[in-house]
């Protein structure tokens, strides 16, 4: 064990700057209640119930109750439901930072299998896990995308060892993770049955894998998902109403529209918000620093990028558009492989020796360079805090911590409870949570005029507060200056 540590002490370093930077930023968010109901309340609530024996539902943010699974087809919370006994409401934060440097090790391997050279080996590992997409994620609380991301170099290196059984496994792993991930899958397939074309038997399981992949994402979306919802189309087509709103519609406009459909991953195609008009454009930016560069000479990456494109560029949801959020996890680690392979083939063309370590260096600087920028420069300014992890800001909250946690103290663990948004991660080990202002049958409910109000307006906020206040459903339990606890009288 000591020998291979000392062996691989580049990996090692790597990986404890990662877990300090990660921590940094994710246990800090959560303690300050930077993390909010959607996702990582939600998420840790469903986790809950699947250990209790109970199907997670939609009730803690929506008015109908129906099947989580529904919403996103996820049974990582299922299968590591257990995890919720020992590390409580942080145990999603605590698996997605294990998976993050998991997947950093997993590149690392995989580059080591095919191109022997210990420092291509540090360097696939460093672009992938400080790559921006990473940071977002941490960032911005937990999605089992993620882990699925950090599962992919794993699944790879099983096929190029040709354990064919255990390649199987991975795939499955990596389609259970989240419904639209096996959509990425088919074409990741293909792009790298191309790169593995002459070994026929990873070329094969390549592209077995790709067409299995398919398939199950038709079998989600199109029959099982809108099943369980009772609706007949797949709930998240919703998001993209400019081609069409339907799987259908959308290869109709792609056939009858190509420019107006190329037009979409370029262009602000929402007219009510001019100011979006060079979000897609910086993020192009952004991908090209961070090594997107190799795109260009390894063009078959546009293949297994394009999926994710489509998804982020022609959806109405803006937020999806930019560099922020969990929505550019799955381009850190086709990052990764594109740069390593153009430089093997710059190294080999050029017979580098002494050049290669500047290289590596170069592309560390343009890695965590681009991370920077996205960090600073394309995060709206009042998420700056979560993200900026080296400014002072993040270290603090602009109200004393300890003044809501003595008030959460006075809650039952039982109790059902509706909290303001960012509370809810705190609560959410519970059978019944609901995020404001969903009411419904809470014996508690905590407020905060600190906090965001969304969804409603600080005048819709004010108005509901007041009318709680003079309902004699409720009494007062305890107030400060941050928080205001109500108990429902006779529960």
Not at 74 to 92: A, E, N, R, V
Not at 243 to 249: F, H
Request: aromatic letters at 18%; glycine letters at 4%.
């Amino acid at each position: 064990m000591m020998q291979y540590l000392r062996a691989n002490k580049a990996l090692i370093l790597i990986l404890a700057i990662g877990l300090i930077f990660f921590s940094t930023i994710a246990f800090l968010n959560h303690y300050f209640y930077r993390t909010f109901a959607l996702d990582l309340g939600l998420y840790t609530h469903a986790m809950h119930e699947y250990a209790h024996g109970r199907m997670a539902t939609t009730s803690m943010f929506l008015d109908e109750s129906r099947l989580l699974l529904s919403d996103h087809f996820d049974l990582y919370l299922i299968i590591l439901s257990p995890f919720i006994y020992i590390f409580q409401g942080l145990t999603l934060i605590v698996l997605q930072i294990a998976a993050v440097l998991f997947g950093a090790f997993g590149v690392y391997r995989l580059v080591q299998w095919n191109k022997a050279t210990m420092h291509l080996a540090w360097l696939g590992a460093t672009v992938f896990l400080f790559s921006f997409g990473v940071f977002g994620a941490i960032a911005f609380e937990y999605h089992s995308n993620v882990l699925s991301v950090c599962f992919i170099p794993w699944w790879i290196l099983s096929v190029c060892q040709e354990r064919k059984f255990v390649s199987f496994l991975w795939l499955v792993i990596l389609w259970i993770g989240k419904e639209n991930f096996s959509f990425f899958l088919f074409f990741l397939c293909i792009t790298l049955a191309w790169n593995y074309r002459r070994n026929k038997v990873s070329r094969n399981l390549f592209l077995l894998s790709g067409l299995f992949s398919m398939i199950y994402f038709f079998m989600l979306v199109k029959w099982l998902m809108p099943t369980l919802a009772g609706q007949s189309e797949f709930v998240h087509f919703g998001k993209y109403p400019a081609l069409g709103g339907g799987m259908t519609d959308a290869f109709s406009f792609l056939i009858h529209h190509p420019i107006e459909f190329v037009k979409l991953f370029f262009v602000n195609h929402l007219p009510d918000y001019p100011e979006l008009q060079y979000e897609k454009l910086f993020f192009y930016i952004v991908l090209v620093f961070a090594g997107g560069w190799a795109f260009l000479a390894r063009p078959i990456y546009v293949l297994a990028i394009a999926p994710l494109l489509l998804q982020k560029m022609c959806s109405n949801q803006f937020t999806t558009w930019g560099t922020s959020y969990q929505y550019n996890i799955e381009f850190a680690p086709l990052l990764a492989f594109a740069v390593i392979e153009v430089i093997v083939h710059i190294e080999q063309r050029w017979q580098l020796q002494k050049g290669r370590l500047w290289l590596s260096w170069f592309v560390v600087f343009m890695t965590l360079g681009s991370s920077m920028y996205a960090m600073v420069e394309r995060t709206q300014d009042y998420e700056k805090a979560r993200v900026i992890f080296w400014q002072a800001k993040h270290f603090k909250k602009e109200y004393e911590v300890r003044m809501v946690q003595e008030v959460m103290r006075k809650i039952p663990s039982s109790a059902s409870v509706m909290a303001t948004s960012s509370f809810v991660p705190h609560l959410a080990c519970r059978q019944k949570i609901y995020t404001f202002p969903l009411v419904k049958d809470a014996q508690f409910l905590l407020l905060s005029g600190k906090e965001s109000s969304y969804p409603l307006t600080l005048g819709e906020y004010d108005k509901f507060v007041l009318s709680i206040y003079s309902s004699e459903q409720w009494e007062r339990v305890d107030q400060n200056d941050v928080v205001v606890l109500f108990k429902r009288r006779g529960s």
